[in-house]
């Protein structure tokens, strides 16, 4: 049961390179999401998706890109990463929308240098 | 919008009880609570619906007060486990679109 996986697990990567953070799950959920999280700031939402082909941005989409074209892969993508987005990277999924729970992956910590 | 929590910050010693707020200005339609421990990933604890009632998990309860858009999560006779931050993410509308507030770390001491 393998639930929900994010690789890599650690990056490193210069600025202005292009990164791609995968996301993997084995539930069939419905709903897919990326979040960062930085001290003092919580979990923010990046962009989320409700089904394969349909996304749309959260809290702070800038600079970021994701596509879904099977229900179980969620990519996040950097086109050019610059510091300010070094973070750590939740991907999470759920059954559905409204009102229930989301389960998280194990994260990735991403540094840009 | 950004729930806020309060405290910041909490230190028990085993067998206390804590209580965590999150408050919101916007009407909710859901408040969800996750722990988190350093390094690892939040972890879903229970959620609240728009007219549901309290909610329990072992010896970690919760409340939504609708009047308020506020919920609180009680932690009672703490336990060592108890340790980690605590999140509140709320959801407006039914829009599954979760604003998480900044935590609160719970420190449980033997």
């Known amino acids: 049961d393998a639930g929900i996986t994010q690789s890599p697990r650690y990056k490193i990567t210069e600025t202005g390179r292009q990164v791609t953070l995968m996301c993997h799950q084995t539930w069939s959920h419905s709903y897919m999401f990326w979040y960062r999280q930085d001290l003092g700031h919580g979990l923010r939402l990046i962009y989320y998706s409700a089904a394969a082909d349909i996304t749309d941005k959260g809290e702070v989409p800038d600079g970021y890109v994701v596509s879904r074209s099977k229900t179980e892969n969620f990519p996040l993508t950097l086109e050019s990463a610059t510091r300010s987005q070094t973070s750590v990277y939740f991907c999470a999924s759920s059954v559905t929308g409204g009102g229930y729970e989301q389960y998280f992956g194990p994260g990735t910590r991403l540094t840009v240098t | 919008q950004q729930p806020v929590q309060s405290p910041q910050a909490v230190i028990l010693r085993e067998g206390e009880d804590a209580v965590i707020n999150c408050s919101s200005s916007?009407?909710?339609?859901?408040v969800h609570w996750y722990r988190q421990k350093h390094g690892e990933a939040p972890v879903f604890l229970m959620i609240l619906l728009k007219g549901g009632e309290q909610k329990g998990h072992e010896k970690i309860s919760a409340s939504f007060n609708e009047k308020k858009q506020q919920s609180s999560l009680y932690l009672t006779a703490s336990q060592l486990s108890y340790s980690g931050t605590y999140f509140c993410?709320?959801?407006?509308?039914?829009?599954?679109?979760?604003?998480f507030g900044a935590g609160t770390t719970v420190t449980v001491r033997a």
């Open positions: 916007k009407a909710l339609y859901s």
């Open positions: 993410g709320t959801e407006r509308s039914n829009d599954y679109k979760l604003s």
